[in-house]
C-alpha cells in the first residue's frame, strides 16, 4: 500500500516552470487501477509542451510513455490485480462522436489527444498514477518493463507503419534523425526484413548510436546525403520511402527533393503547428508521390504489446 505523499514532474503553464512537487497519492475510482511507475520515457511531445508549441493542460504532472506495478485496483476492475506488470495507453476515444464512429478515436473532439494522460490528465512522472482499466494492458512475460516503458511509442509508430502499407522489401529507405523515435524505426525496418537504410543525422553522437545497434545501416551527416542524391540519377540516388522522426522543417523541405518516382513520405515527427514548408504540386503529380501522416495510436496498441514488442524483445530492445 502506498503512503499518502509522493513526488512527480509537474508542468505550469501560467507560472511556465516545469518543477518537482510532492503531492497526494491518487485514489482509484471505480474502474480504475493505480500504478506504480517503474520506468518513464521523456517524449518529444514533452518537450514541445514546456516550450508551449503543443496544447497542455495548464497544470499536469507529464509522462505518457510509462510501465509499472499494479498496487491498487477499484470497484468494478475485472481482469487486473495487484502485481500485474502492466503499460498503459495514454489515449482512449470517447466512443459517441463521428470521428470515433467511423473508427478514428485518434481525432475525436472529446477524447484523442484532448485526454490524454500526461498531457490533459496526471501521468507517468511520478511515483505512482491513476489509469482507467481499459487504458491498461499487461506486460507479456518476456517483456521487461524498461521494454514495457517503449510501447506507447512503439504503437505510434506501428500506426505509421500500417499508414505506410508495407513498402517493398528491396525499398531505398532514409530515415531523418536518429533520436529515439529514429533508433525504434530503424529497428522496426530492420526487423521486418529491410536491409537497404540510410539515417540522416547531423549529430555525431548520434550517428555512432545507429551505428553501434549492429543493423549493418549507414548513418550520416544531412549533407553527405544531399551530396549523394546530387551526385546522381535520382533514380539511382533516391529514396522509395522517407520516414522524418526530426520535426525539423527545414530537413522536411530538403527531403521532398530526394524522393524517387513513386516514392512515399511519413510525417512522424512532430512539428511547431505554426511552422511551414514549401514543396512542388508539380512534383507531387510527375512522381506521383504520397504523403503519409500518423496522429497517436488508434487500435495498433495491443498488436504493439503482444506481437511486436514481444518479437522484438529480444535483439532490438
Given at each position: ?205 548520434r550517428r555512432s548510436r545507429i551505428s553501434g545497434l549492429g543493423l549493418g545501416y549507414q548513418a550520416v551527416h544531412p549533407d553527405e546525403v544531399k551530396s549523394r542524391v546530387a551526385a546522381g540519377n535520382i533514380r539511382d540516388t533516391g529514396y522509395d520511402v ?28 512532430c512539428c511547431p503547428p505554426q511552422e511551414k514548408i514549401s514543396i512542388s504540386p508539380f512534383e507531387i503529380f510527375a512522381k506521383e508521390l504520397k504523403i503519409v501522416g500518423c496522429l497517436i495510436n488508434p487500435f495498433t496498441m495491443t498488436s504493439t504489446v ?12
Amino acid at each position: 500500500m502506498a503512503g499518502t505523499a509522493m513526488q512527480a514532474v509537474q508542468w505550469d503553464a501560467k507560472a511556465d516552470v516545469l518543477s518537482l512537487v510532492d503531492v497526494p497519492v491518487p485514489k482509484p475510482e471505480p474502474e480504475q487501477v493505480i500504478i506504480k511507475v517503474s520506468y518513464a520515457g521523456v517524449c518529444g511531445t514533452d518537450l514541445h509542451i514546456i516550450q508551449k508549441e503543443f496544447p497542455a493542460a495548464e497544470k499536469v504532472i507529464l509522462g505518457h510513455e510509462f510501465s509499472g506495478v499494479i498496487t491498487e485496483v477499484g470497484e468494478g476492475v475485472k481482469g487486473f490485480a495487484v502485481g500485474d506488470r502492466v503499460c498503459v495507453n495514454p489515449n482512449r476515444g470517447c466512443g459517441n462522436c463521428r470521428e470515433c464512429f467511423k473508427a478514428q478515436p485518434n481525432h475525436c473532439q472529446n477524447g484523442g489527444l484532448r485526454t490524454t494522460i500526461g498531457i490533459f490528465q496526471n501521468g507517468g512522472f511520478a511515483n505512482f498514477c491513476v489509469a482507467p482499466s481499459e487504458q491498461v494492458h499487461l506486460l507479456p512475460a518476456e517483456v521487461t518493463l524498461p521494454q514495457g516503458a517503449l510501447c506507447e511509442p512503439l504503437s505510434c509508430i506501428l500506426r505509421g507503419w500500417d499508414n505506410m502499407n508495407n513498402p517493398p522489401l528491396d525499398s531505398r529507405v532514409l530515415i531523418l534523425g536518429a533520436g529515439i523515435i529514429g533508433v525504434l524505426w530503424s529497428n522496426l525496418f530492420h526487423h521486418k526484413g529491410y536491409r537497404d537504410v540510410t539515417v540522416s543525422e547531423p549529430a555525431e553522437g548520434r550517428r555512432s548510436r545507429i551505428s553501434g545497434l549492429g543493423l549493418g545501416y549507414q548513418a550520416v551527416h544531412p549533407d553527405e546525403v544531399k551530396s549523394r542524391v546530387a551526385a546522381g540519377n535520382i533514380r539511382d540516388t533516391g529514396y522509395d520511402v522517407i520516414v522524418d522522426c526530426s520535426g525539423f522543417p527545414p530537413a522536411i523541405e530538403q527531403a521532398f527533393s530526394w524522393l524517387r518516382s513513386g516514392a512515399t513520405f511519413v510525417q512522424f515527427g512532430c512539428c511547431p503547428p505554426q511552422e511551414k514548408i514549401s514543396i512542388s504540386p508539380f512534383e507531387i503529380f510527375a512522381k506521383e508521390l504520397k504523403i503519409v501522416g500518423c496522429l497517436i495510436n488508434p487500435f495498433t496498441m495491443t498488436s504493439t504489446v503482444e506481437g511486436l514488442v514481444r518479437g522484438m524483445s529480444g535483439s532490438y530492445l
